[in-house]
């Protein structure tokens, strides 16, 4: 399988949103660094999970170290790649 038969609407998804998406930078470094959110994290994980792609294949396609692939896996494993996720609230205290 290649990367353009496999999830169609998930790899143009992804690949327009890495491409048009300024806001997920780094500023300041020589090489910019996207910042990817959890349920881009997970559809990639997943399409790397899919028959017929390796996670180099999926890597290489998306500009992301097939190591940092195999952490998000690790993540995903354990709950922490919850797209659903609460976020950190902070309680009003009067003194």
Do not use: N
């Amino acid at each position: 399988m290649t990367m353009e038969h496999a999830g169609g609407d998930v790899v143009a998804q992804l690949s327009g949103a890495a491409a048009a998406e300024d806001r997920g930078t780094m500023p300041g470094r020589s090489r910019q660094r996207k910042l990817w959110s959890c349920a881009e994290k997970r559809a990639l994980v997943d399409l790397a999970s899919a028959a017929g792609l390796s996670v180099t294949e999926v890597a290489q396609a998306f500009g992301v170290a097939p190591s940092q692939l195999y952490a998000w896996r690790k993540q995903m494993a354990g709950g922490e790649l919850d797209a659903d996720q609460a976020m950190a609230t902070f309680a009003r205290i009067d003194a």
